[in-house]
């Protein structure tokens, strides 16, 4: 079952509920298993960090673990 949504301009689209869960869910599951691979939190934000000791967004950290995962399976 499909949801109508009307966007802050007037737009309106149409989005399987279930499908946006799935994606986020799937997303979240990829960044929550990268950091079960790392003994602590600041292993990981080492990892998942800039050299000015900030972490990365959420987006960026997708991209860097699709990537390694690519990367990984050649």
Known sequence: MATAFLSS????FTRRPSAAL????????CII???SK???DASFWRQFGTEKG???CYR???NLVDTKIVYDHR
């Open 60 to 62: 960026q950290i997708l």
């Open 9 to 12: 301009t007037g737009a309106t």
């Open 38 to 40: 790392y003994a602590d």
């Open 54 to 56: 900030e972490r990365l």
């Open 22 to 29: 799935k994606t986020k869910w799937g997303k979240s599951k």
């Open 33 to 35: 298993e990268e950091l």
